[in-house]
């Protein structure tokens, strides 16, 4: 069976950090690539970052960029999200991705919660 389980996410003040991790089992994870997307109540789901195979190249959507860093560890079959400076706006619920382009294969974990506030 394919699992992504998200942890790491909980309540923390506006400008803190938070680093969230995804760990993936059932699958080759180094021929995945690996992402994390968000979810706020009323809103679409939307892609935070998303980092490749095996030269791990990493994009950022904008509303982050500067603030939050994806990163995985293949060894670990595990993919992380380093969130600092957090506002207000980040709150949501924030899911990670598994997606083989070669195969057409995509998985979904079942989210973890991120609320900032003060």
């Known amino acids: 069976q394919v699992q992504l389980v998200e942890s790491g996410g909980g309540l923390v003040q506006p400008g803190g950090s938070l680093r969230l991790s995804c760990a993936a089992s059932?699958?080759?994870?180094?021929?995945?690539?690996m992402s994390w997307y968000r979810q706020a109540p009323g809103k679409e789901r939307e892609l935070v970052a998303a980092?490749?195979?095996?030269?791990?190249?990493?994009n950022v959507a904008d509303s982050v960029k500067g603030r939050f860093t994806i990163s995985r560890d293949n060894s670990k079959n595990t993919v992380y999200l380093q969130m600092n400076s957090l506002k207000s706006e980040d709150t949501a619920v924030y899911y990670c991705?598994?997606?083989?382009?070669?195969?057409?294969?995509?998985?979904w974990g079942q989210g973890t919660q991120v609320t900032v506030s003060s």
């Open positions: 980092i490749t195979t095996t030269f791990e190249t990493t």
């Open positions: 059932g699958l080759a994870f180094s021929y995945y690539v």
């Open positions: 991705n598994a997606d083989s382009h070669y195969t057409g294969l995509i998985y």
